[in-house]
């Protein structure tokens, strides 16, 4: 069930904001709240706005005594942790530039084991994708790449078997970049890409390819599709630049934080969590990206270990 989200503007400026006003859990519960009800307390079950406040932290309906958790039903649910450790969690994850690793996440919190830092970043990655997210417009690069496995030939198709290939799409504003959008795909095949360039990005937007045979037949889907054979001596760079720039990135980032190691199951979420950030990188206040995941996070369906162990099956095309 998607639930109609009002946006609050509501967040930390900075981290003593932060440090100064998520010290408690009833204060990050009310922050909660405001999320989950910002025009005040509405029963689910028949619509009533008085409740009852429970010492248990249960929301109970005047009207028709339906209990209500703030945290059943999201990622937060069946956490034995305080909120106030998922709100530093979250604080970190969105608010440092490289994001948090989990080794450093169990340092910073006490957590018990790595596994349990491990898998609330995985969950913290699960939000980071907005439900009904808007589509790409305008100029968009379309291109396609591929992470782990041995990097020799470039070949596409079958031949690349060995590693995740990458669907990427990147808006361009002038000699700009807007949002990016990114998909780990079966294959670089028809099929795969467009599929990916129909879930993306807007129809009547101009997408910019190179010559790869995946690409034709965009302008009977309703694209108008600008191919760019590139010739021998033309490097990706002057066709797409702004592709070629977010991949590079792309790269350095798993080359530098999984040392080129990672599981295919786990690749999504890694690339949610770069295109998260990479798409808020000029937010003035690094207090927005929080509140971002936070109000995620309350939208959010709920994650078991298990789940995550056998990969995201949540994440659709
Ligand atoms: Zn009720």
Redesign the pocket.
């Known amino acids: 069930m998607t639930e109609f989200i009002t946006r609050i503007e509501d967040f930390p400026k900075n981290e003593a904001e932060f440090d100064r006003r998520f010290c408690t859990e009833d204060a990050c519960i009310e922050y909660l709240f405001k999320l989950r009800w910002p025009h005040g307390f509405i029963?689910k079950?028949?619509?009533?706005s008085q409740y009852w406040y429970s010492a248990r932290r249960l929301y109970l309906?005047r009207?028709?005594?339906?209990q209500h958790s703030l945290i059943a039903g999201t990622i937060l649910q069946n956490s034995k942790k305080p909120i106030t450790n998922w709100f530093k969690a979250m604080w970190w994850f969105t608010t440092r530039k490289s994001g948090v690793n989990a080794v450093n996440l169990k340092d910073l919190l006490g957590l018990g084991s790595y596994e349990t830092a491990w898998s609330w970043l995985q969950k913290l990655r699960s939000c980071t994708v907005r439900q009904g997210r808007e589509k790409l417009t305008g100029k968009v690069e379309a291109d396609e790449f591929y992470l782990g496995g041995q990097e020799s030939g470039g070949k596409r198709g079958r031949a690349a078997e060995q590693k995740c290939a990458v669907a990427l799409a990147v808006e361009r504003k002038g000699r700009k970049i807007g949002r990016i959008r990114m998909r780990f795909i079966p294959d670089c095949s028809h099929e795969s890409l467009q599929a990916f360039i129909n879930t993306h990005v807007q129809e009547q937007s101009n997408v910019m390819t190179d010559g790869w045979s995946g690409y034709v037949g965009l302008e009977r889907r309703g694209f108008h599709h600008e191919r760019e054979v590139q010739k021998e001596a033309v490097d990706k760079a002057s066709v797409l630049p702004g592709a070629h720039l977010v991949i590079s990135l792309v790269k350095r980032l798993i080359l530098g934080t999984f040392q080129g190691r990672f599981h295919k199951k786990h690749l999504q979420g890694y690339l949610d969590e770069f295109v998260f950030r990479f798409n808020r990188r000029s937010v003035t206040f690094v207090g927005k990206k929080f509140m971002r995941i936070v109000e995620q996070a309350m939208f959010s369906a709920p994650l078991t270990y298990n789940v995550i162990i056998v990969g995201s099956a949540a994440h659709q095309m």
Do not use: E, P, V
């Open positions: 029963c079950r028949c619509g009533h309906c009207k028709c005594r339906q």
